[in-house]
């Protein structure tokens, strides 16, 4: 008798729209999509031991409130106390309240109501102080009271409406961390593997290519899909350190997206101030070479990349005939650069035919670049060299002699065959961009550009950079040797 006096209190305190209606009783068609089991195990209440929320979404006229005030009437008899509001009401009592000096009160008394009944949520657009009123209601619960909120909209399209607000902060204003990694990045200073740091030259734009473009630098210069990506490996567990590289695109050149600096556009590879689809390369090549094992005469397992220690190399060409070399590893796309110096001669006498190649990058002097910088790697790791028909590789034969690489040759105006140079090149060029002397960068400057390249994430690699995959690869080499001598 006395729990029969009490539920009827409880209920009557609830002011349920359905008093009268039982989970047990509920007989819904499959269409409403009610699971009967879930609903039994709702009846036991144990959401409302863990304070959890509890939302029903659904048309109108599928029996949202029915089913909330028969939830509502359960929690009553495992003596929670109710409370059923519809919002528009609420909202009415809160505005009373506030003119009354009554709000700390309401709010004091609905947060103390454990479970809160909220019908006929998001039916109309909220204002600024009822977003307010809200978030002091669910602040005062949170984690202490549970609601149960009836929604004709899903919980998918709440969030795409909040999603849809404008005027919205940029995530890279908002977030300073973010921010700071993006910009080091995209224009922080390249240094050698000790820490060295170097500026690099200021190079203007000459000609056509002037036309919506920043003066080129020096600097890390990640693509930004490249630092998108690469944030998923830095921090696995931060979420907030999450951002797509279309969203870095539009910090750099949409006005009113200012997070980042317009100037860093020019850190960017294309150097472009605007966006521009990106022109066709030109296919350039030379056809000079004898006694040469073309690429058809390769073993496939170069071709599938399984296998490391095969290299690409090439030429970058600059300003009166300077030039540098370039070494690509293809399966951890490894860069290696060659210095060429020019002879002392250079720009004093008149060249001699057949004589020296006074630019620094004739025959010998690409030999010997490439044996003084290849040697250096264990065996298994220099297999051998995929180059152009180029005449800088003459004394391939010799070269083979010295360093023990096979060497194999392109066929003629076909750079598609050296992809992961060619686009290597690429990438140089945000560097040494064309029209400049390349004979002014020495040694320590081609060995930090060098490893700015071999820091870079790379898509291929699973956003991995070659540092990292060539270091696992002496590893497994290593391991692999202490289990064969074991």
């Given at each position: 008798?006395?729990?029969?006096?009490?539920?009827?209190?409880?209920?009557?305190?609830?002011?349920?729209?359905?008093?009268?209606?039982?989970?047990?009783?509920?007989?819904?068609?499959?269409?409403?999509?009610?699971?009967?089991?879930?609903?039994?195990?709702?009846?036991?209440?144990?959401?409302?031991?863990?304070?959890?929320?509890?939302?029903?979404?659904?048309?109108?006229?599928?029996?949202?409130?029915?089913?909330?005030?028969?939830?509502?009437?359960q929690?009553?008899?495992?003596?929670?106390?109710?409370?059923y509001?519809?919002?528009?009401?609420?909202?009415?009592?809160?505005a009373?309240?506030?003119?009354?000096?009554?709000?700390?009160?309401?709010?004091?008394?609905?947060?103390?109501?454990?479970?809160?009944?909220?019908?006929?949520?998001?039916?109309?657009?909220?204002?600024?102080?009822?977003?307010?009123?809200?978030?002091?209601?669910?602040?005062?619960?949170y984690?202490?009271?549970?609601?149960?909120i009836?929604?004709?909209?899903?919980?998918a399209?709440?969030?795409?409406?909040?999603?849809?607000?404008?005027p919205?902060?940029?995530?890279?204003?908002?977030?300073?961390?973010?921010?700071?990694?993006?910009?080091?990045?995209?224009?922080?200073?390249?240094?050698?593997?000790?820490?060295?740091?170097?500026?690099?030259?200021?190079?203007?734009?000459?000609?056509?290519?002037?036309?919506?473009?920043?003066?080129?630098?020096?600097?890390?210069?990640?693509?930004?899909?490249?630092?998108?990506?690469?944030?998923?490996?830095?921090?696995?567990?931060?979420?907030t350190?999450?951002?797509?590289?279309e969203?870095?695109?539009?910090?750099?050149?949409?006005?009113g997206?200012?997070?980042?600096?317009?100037?860093?556009?020019?850190?960017?590879?294309?150097?472009?101030?605007?966006?521009?689809p990106?022109?066709?390369?030109?296919?350039?090549?030379?056809?000079?070479i004898?006694?040469?094992?073309?690429?058809?005469?390769?073993p496939?397992?170069?071709?599938?990349?399984?296998?490391?220690?095969?290299?690409?190399?090439?030429?970058t060409?600059?300003?009166?005939?300077?030039?540098?070399?370039?070494?690509?590893?293809?399966?951890?796309?490894?860069?290696?650069?060659?210095?060429?110096?020019?002879?002392?001669?250079?720009?004093?006498?008149k060249?001699?035919?057949?004589?020296?190649?006074?630019?620094?990058?004739?025959?010998?002097?690409?030999?010997?670049?490439?044996?003084?910088?290849?040697?250096?790697?264990?065996?298994?790791?220099?297999?051998?060299?995929?180059?152009?028909?180029g005449a800088?590789?003459?004394?391939?034969?010799?070269?083979?002699i010295?360093?023990?690489?096979?060497?194999?040759?392109?066929?003629?105006?076909?750079?598609?065959?050296?992809?992961?140079?060619?686009?290597?090149n690429?990438?140089?060029?945000?560097?040494?961009?064309?029209?400049?002397?390349?004979?002014?960068?020495?040694?320590?400057?081609?060995?930090?550009?060098?490893?700015?390249?071999?820091?870079?994430p790379?898509k291929?690699?699973?956003?991995?950079?070659?540092?990292?995959?060539?270091?696992?690869?002496?590893?497994?080499?290593?391991?692999?040797?202490?289990?064969?001598t074991?």
């Open positions: 008798m006395r729990r029969d006096k009490r539920l009827t209190n409880r209920l009557a305190i609830a002011k349920l729209r359905f008093p009268d209606d039982c989970i047990e009783n509920i007989d819904s068609p499959p269409h409403h999509g009610l699971d009967r089991r879930q609903l039994l195990t709702l009846a036991q209440g144990e959401w409302l031991k863990a304070h959890e929320h509890l939302i029903l979404t659904g048309q109108t006229g599928t029996g949202k409130t029915w089913l909330a005030c028969a939830i509502g009437r929690a009553a008899c495992l003596d929670y106390s109710v409370l509001v519809r919002m528009p009401r609420l909202f009415q009592d809160l009373l309240a506030r003119l009354e000096g009554r709000f700390p009160r309401l709010v004091d008394k609905l947060a103390r109501v454990q479970l809160l009944i909220l019908d006929d949520w998001g039916t109309h657009a909220l204002s600024d102080q009822q977003r307010l009123d809200l978030l002091e209601i669910f602040e005062e619960r984690r202490r009271k549970s609601p149960l009836t929604a004709q909209l899903p919980v399209q709440w969030h795409a409406d909040r999603a849809a607000r404008r919205k902060v940029a995530k890279l204003a908002a977030n300073a961390a973010l921010r700071d990694y993006v910009q080091d990045r995209l224009a922080g200073l390249i240094t050698t593997p000790n820490g060295i740091a170097f500026d690099g030259p200021a190079v203007v734009w000459k000609g056509r290519r002037a036309v919506h473009r920043q003066s080129r630098r020096w600097s890390k210069a990640w693509s930004p899909e490249q630092i998108a990506r690469r944030l998923r490996l830095d921090f696995p567990e931060d979420a350190m999450r951002i797509s590289h969203a870095i695109y539009q910090a750099l050149y949409i006005q997206r200012g997070a980042l600096k317009r100037e860093l556009s020019a850190c960017l590879r294309s150097g472009r101030a605007l966006r521009l990106r022109e066709r390369a030109r296919n350039r090549g030379k056809s000079f004898g006694n040469a094992l073309m690429i058809s005469d390769r496939a397992e170069i071709g599938e990349r399984a296998v490391p220690g095969h290299w690409e190399g090439d030429l060409l600059g300003l009166g005939s300077s030039a540098i070399g370039t070494l690509v590893e293809r399966t951890t796309r490894f860069t290696m650069l060659l210095h060429l110096p020019r002879m002392e001669l250079h720009g004093k006498e060249s001699v035919k057949n004589g020296p190649a006074l630019a620094g990058h004739g025959a010998e002097a690409v030999r010997d670049a490439i044996a003084g910088t290849i040697m250096d790697l264990p065996a298994h790791l220099r297999r051998s060299l995929t180059w152009d028909q800088e590789m003459a004394q391939h034969a010799q070269l083979r010295d360093t023990g690489l096979e060497i194999y040759f392109c066929d003629p105006q076909s750079p598609w065959q050296r992809g992961s140079n060619e686009n290597t690429g990438l140089l060029r945000q560097y040494f961009p064309k029209g400049t002397d390349l004979s002014q960068h020495g040694v320590d400057e081609l060995s930090a550009v060098a490893h700015a390249l071999n820091s870079r790379r291929t690699l699973g956003w991995r950079t070659p540092a990292e995959a060539l270091d696992e690869m002496f590893k497994s080499d290593m391991i692999e040797g202490v289990a064969a074991g």
